[in-house]
């Protein structure tokens, strides 16, 4: 019987597949988007443009990839192809960039503008390094997140950061990534992110 269908192993990728798929990208985006609009001093003000972040920076780059799922452009909501992630970052990138269109017309809370900016700007720099490696986009989002919560919210967030290694560890136990990968996503999301966040947010 061979290491795959050992019970064990079977049961880790199953983990790990919960792990990747609960705490991809979009979810995070989700809840840190919601997260920092709870910080702000109207709470109710700052989730309408948490949910405005959401729709421009998670929802609408979910749609498309479904989308190029249906067309066969990917094979699944990962992209785990380094060369199709260079037809879709862009695209996503255009979809945050519209999004800050509209918090820029629209006055929205200074904090709120600097989330969406740290995201536009972590997807600058993902791209020309995703040109000739697969970095993690996994941990560049969730570090970059705790990176802006720690920012909004003080330095107890930083307690939650096993939870990036739990993170990495699902993507190089599936096989998506080497540990490299998921480290130097890591510490991008985190010096980006959070270079963006505090410059603009604080």
């Not at 702000?40 to 003000?45: E, S």
């Not at 929205?108 to 503008?113: D, F, G, N, S, V």
């Not at 560049?140 to 003080?154: K, N, Q």
């Not at 330095?155 to 993170?167: C, D, E, M, R, S």
């Amino acid at each position: 019987m061979t290491a795959l269908h050992d019970p064990d192993t079977t049961s880790e990728l199953h983990i790990a597949r919960f792990i990747t798929d609960g705490l991809d990208p979009k979810n995070v985006i989700i809840a840190v988007s919601l997260l920092t609009g709870l910080a702000q001093q109207d709470p109710l003000v700052g989730l309408a443009w948490g949910a405005e972040a959401i729709v421009f920076a998670a929802l609408i780059p979910i749609a498309y990839i479904k989308y190029g799922i249906r067309s066969g452009k990917w094979a699944d909501r990962h992209v785990g192809d380094r060369r199709r992630r260079l037809l879709l970052i862009p695209v996503i990138m255009a979809s945050v960039g519209a999004g800050i269109g509209g918090m820029l017309w629209l006055d929205a809370p200074r904090q709120m503008l600097a989330l969406v900016v740290a995201m536009l700007a972590t997807l600058a720099v993902l791209l020309p390094v995703t040109v000739f490696w697969k970095i993690s986009v996994h941990t560049s989002v969730a570090a970059g997140s705790l990176a802006i919560l720690a920012t909004a919210y003080g330095a107890l967030v930083w307690l939650a950061a096993p939870l990036v290694a739990v993170i990495a560890w699902s993507r190089v136990a599936l096989r998506a990534h080497t540990v490299a990968q998921t480290i130097a996503g890591g510490c991008l999301g985190t010096i980006v992110a959070g270079l963006a966040f505090s410059a603009m947010g604080t």
